[in-house]
């Protein structure tokens, strides 16, 4: 099959779980000999090396008219970022080789133009929506254009036929939400490349047990849970240490928690912020650690249990979600309710203090992830779907430009002639938008490399004040010790003189 896969953020190191899981995805459906095109967002990294996989960065040209200016993660960049990942299909599908089939996330509207050409099917893939986030944490409310990029979500699901579900909650849940239906559906849990660590075996002799969270700090991560339950483990006298690695996504939270600590040194100590960190990184903090710990209050999969699954790793999480599809409460996880800071410090706590509760999770957890969730067996779930779906697809030519226009007065509520005009400028934006594309590219690039320049500059003149330094340093050096050499040379030779007398 020739496949297209979106997923923005793909960059060559520190990926987040959606871009980790997809490269997995990739690379293992490459390896089963299906032609891939992964499609992402352009970065000023460079794309990423992956085995069997061509990699295209979507340059995306700024519109005029009600997209001018979007910012990053609006409901208008998001349009615009889908409406360049059609272009690239379009022209992979009209110039190089029909395309069998494109999937996409849900998350930021990806497939949202592509789903509206019927020459090839467009699968969606359902993870935590939108609306999803807004019902568990009502910060969300509070972004500026949230009403726009829920009912852009809301149009994009309306019109894809095909619906991948990561896990049959969010996938039910999605469908009953948008009163959805699609001609055809599946669940398939995300998959991982297995990177081969073990787990550590080594006696702790008394050492803290280190815990770990993977994922951006928000509440729907439960990250104020895990804080609070922290608080409790470590005035408690529990020999315990956190790590937090990922984005600040919500800092209220961080902030809270560096008040509370101003006042407790122990628990401030015992919690470290590493901040997102590089996919080695990563994988070093999974194989340092000792317990795993994701007590989120959604998830409609859940990479990081994948993650603790791959790395033999014990799992305390909580039962919201999909995530009671992922794990077995009792058997490769512990699993508390969503919320309960009591609750997961008495686990944790316990956890902690059993080296052989460790051990039994941690067995059973690696076993898990080697029966369902290695991306080679996921890579062949999902081409059997794939296979069923294009099997049964009517290729069609479609008035993409009118369903466009559609789409843009339900999902933006632009009037006729503004959707009309942003419609066109999606589907071939003007020279004029090319032109400042590549203007904006081009002084991007230049003030990357003044900064550079600059960077090296300082770096020359630091070396050269060290050099200065070190050969003043020498030369003062040499200064004082002259004036001992020449004393004691010259009580060397008067001494002589008089064992010679």
């Known amino acids: 099959m020739n496949l297209c896969l979106a997923c923005r953020d793909v960059e060559p190191d520190g990926r987040g779980g959606l871009a980790r899981a997809t490269c997995d995805l990739a690379e293992a459906l490459a390896g089963q000999g299906h032609s891939i095109h992964l499609l992402t967002n352009a970065s000023e990294m460079p794309a990423p090396v992956l085995r069997g996989v061509s990699i295209h960065s979507l340059p995306v040209p700024p519109v005029s008219g009600r997209c001018s200016g979007a910012k990053p993660e609006s409901a208008s960049h998001n349009l615009m970022h889908a409406a360049a990942a059609y272009r690239e299909v379009r022209r992979i599908h009209e110039r190089e080789e029909p395309v069998d089939a494109v999937l996409a996330p849900l998350w930021r509207s990806e497939g949202a133009v ?11 893939s359902c993870m935590t929506s939108l609306r999803t986030l807004t019902e568990i944490d009502p910060g969300y409310l509070r972004v500026p254009d949230i009403d726009e990029r829920l009912r852009l979500e809301h149009e994009t699901l309306g019109r894809a036929r ?5 896990t049959d909650s969010v996938l039910r849940k ?12 599946t669940v398939i849990g995300r998959g991982l490349r297995d990177h081969g660590a073990p787990t550590r075996n080594e006696a702790r002799d008394g050492r803290a047990v280190h815990v770990l969270f993977v994922g951006r700090l928000e ?16 005035e408690g006298g529990v020999a315990v240490e956190f790590t937090l690695a990922g984005a600040n996504a919500d ?16 628990l401030r100590a015992a919690v470290r912020f590493a901040g997102p960190v590089s996919d080695a990184e990563l994988h070093r903090l999974y194989y340092d650690c000792d317990i795993v710990c994701a007590p989120s209050r959604y998830e409609s999969h859940g990479v990081v249990l994948i993650e603790a699954m791959m790395f033999a790793k014990p799992i305390v999480t909580s039962g919201a979600g999909g995530i009671g599809e992922v794990v077995t409460a009792d058997e490769d996880a512990l699993v508390v309710p969503p919320g309960d800071p009591q609750a997961l410090a008495s686990v944790l706590g316990r956890l902690a203090a059993s080296a052989e509760l460790r051990a039994k999770l941690s067995s059973r957890a690696r076993a898990t ?12 779930q ?11 697809h009517q290729r069609v030519a479609s008035d993409v430009a009118g369903r466009l226009f559609t789409l843009l007065e339900d999902g933006l509520a632009l009037a006729p002639v503004d959707a009309r005009e942003l419609a066109g400028a999606l589907l071939d934006p003007p020279a004029s938008a090319w032109r400042a594309w590549a203007h904006e590219r081009e002084t991007g690039l230049r003030q990357e490399m003044a900064a550079q320049a600059a960077t090296l500059e300082v770096l020359r003149e630091r070396d050269e004040t060290l050099g200065r330094i070190e050969q003043g340093g020498w030369w003062r050096l040499r200064e004082r010790l002259l004036p001992l050499l020449w004393l004691a040379r010259w009580l060397r030779a008067r001494a002589g003189a008089s064992r010679a007398r």
């Open 114 to 124: 592509c789903a509206l050409d019927d020459r090839f099917p467009t699968i969606v």
């Open 162 to 166: 095909y619906l991948h579900g990561l």
């Open 174 to 185: 999605t469908i009953e939400d948008h009163g959805l239906r699609p001609d055809a559906s």
């Open 219 to 234: 509440r729907r991560k439960g990250v104020d849970t895990l804080l609070a339950a922290a608080r409790e483990l470590v």
């Open 251 to 266: 800092p209220s939270i961080r902030e809270a928690f560096e008040r509370e600590g101003a006042a407790r040194p122990g």
């Open 369 to 380: 992830y080697e029966q369902r969730f290695d991306a080679g067996a996921v890579a062949l």
């Open 382 to 392: 999902m081409a059997s779907f794939l296979e069923r779906v294009i099997g049964a």
